[in-house]
């Protein structure tokens, strides 16, 4: 397997805009989230060490939420059922090497202090934990504070007000004291706004250098991002995971290099990333969209290329897998591009994406079959919809390409 080389705070960074369209009206929740974090715990004093791992933690502390609806409910104060998303998300971390140290604090960041102060974890696990919660907490009334009045500094004596309620019951007495004291800054206030929160951001990701990272690593990262996706909807559970199958099997038959097929995967990992700002409702309809469902659709591929192309090293990755509903005689979306101007990767994506599809279940039909998913892959090379010379390997190679898409290990 190759390596890329990869600044990690980047992709952390790039990926998590993918978080913000789960929950439409939060943008840059976790962003936010990170930055009073970090602003705590360097009054706290924590190590640049325990700084740089708060702060990928408190990006990617709702990397458990696929589901609209989930969001709504957590930018309720109190919510009984938030643990949820806490362990689906530690679960994610537990199998992603490099943010696998973080996976406790995730498991924890909702759990209430007096509970988690009796619990055996590492000192330190416990304080990241639970200033994520705190902070996190302060943005949900923060937001609630602007929706009644454009200027946040008149809500914040009630912001804290609220928190100081929970001071020594759901927070931690020292962290309470901590937020207050930087609290007492209007500049602290006013940086949640957006244009600073991105230049604070920016800031951390420079910390940081590209380095060589295996293929596995950026892999098992980027499929937290595709489980996110996958699970918004029961529909496309392991969708992502056997479109990336299916195209790296593909271009490895196809005699595409080791790299390319690396870069195929991660593309089919990601190509759906966008459609996590597309509502449930939407996703789950059983009968035909209508014209506005349909043009809510057709930007999440054109979602997922903006949020990879930030990532540098993913420039090809990012452009093959905005593509996916490219089609050769240029009739696809959101470009319009024609077989000329589509690399071999685009149309093999964009074939592995429609085989996958019409593998499974959906909710305006049942899944098909594999003579049947062949016979409609046919149709519309035969309509110039799909690249032939693709489509004749699956044909020559059916019974594999079927066990790769539906991520199954027995012949039909």
Request: charged share 25%.
């Amino acid at each position: 397997m190759s390596t890329f080389d990869i600044n990690l705070h980047e992709l952390v960074y790039s990926l998590s805009d993918a978080l913000d369209l789960v929950g439409v009206v939060q943008v840059h929740h976790g962003k936010r989230v990170a930055f009073m974090a970090a602003e705590c715990g360097k009054q706290l004093g924590f190590s640049a060490d325990e700084l740089d791992g708060l702060f990928q933690a408190a990006i990617l502390h709702d990397c458990g939420v696929s589901n609209t609806a989930v969001h709504a409910r957590l930018a309720q104060f109190e919510w009984e059922q938030s643990q949820g998303h806490c362990d689906i998300g530690a679960a994610l971390l537990r199998q992603t090497p490099p943010l696998a140290h973080l996976a406790d604090v995730i498991q924890y960041h909702h759990t209430h202090w007096h509970q988690l102060r009796e619990i055996e974890l590492p000192a330190q696990t416990r304080r990241m934990a639970n200033l994520i919660f705190l902070v996190d907490r302060v943005d949900v009334l923060s937001l609630k504070a602007q929706v009644n009045d454009a200027n946040i500094l008149l809500g914040v004596d009630a912001i804290l007000e609220k928190i100081i309620s929970k001071r020594g019951d759901w927070f931690d007495p020292e962290l309470v004291d901590a937020l207050i004291y930087i609290a007492d800054s209007e500049a602290f206030w006013l940086s949640l706004e957006r244009e600073h929160v991105d230049g604070y951001v920016s800031e951390w990701m420079q910390h940081e250098v590209a380095r060589p990272i295996s293929f596995e690593h950026v892999k098992s990262l980027v499929r937290i991002f595709s489980h996110i996706v996958d699970a918004k909807s029961p529909f496309t559970r392991d969708h992502s995971e056997g479109v990336a199958r299916l195209a790296r099997y593909l271009g490895g038959k196809l005699g595409l290099p080791e790299h390319s097929c690396d870069m195929l995967e991660l593309a089919g990992l990601l190509h759906d990333i966008g459609k996590l700002r597309v509502p449930d409702e939407i996703l789950e309809k059983p009968g035909r969209l209508n014209t506005v469902e349909f043009k809510t659709i057709q930007r999440h591929s054109f979602d997922t290329f903006s949020i990879l192309k930030k990532v540098k090293g993913f420039d090809a990755i990012a452009r093959w897998a905005g593509q996916h509903h490219e089609r050769v005689d240029g009739g696809g979306y959101p470009y319009h591009t024609k077989k000329s101007l589509l690399s071999l990767e685009a149309r093999i994506i964009a074939v592995a994406d429609v085989f996958q599809a019409l593998a499974q279940n959906r909710p305006y039909r049942q899944a098909l079959s594999a003579a049947q998913v062949l016979a409609l892959l046919q149709e519309n090379v035969d309509a110039g919809k799909l690249d032939r010379h693709v489509v004749e390997l699956v044909e020559a190679e059916l019974d594999t390409c079927w066990r790769e898409a539906t991520c199954m290990e027995r012949a039909l």
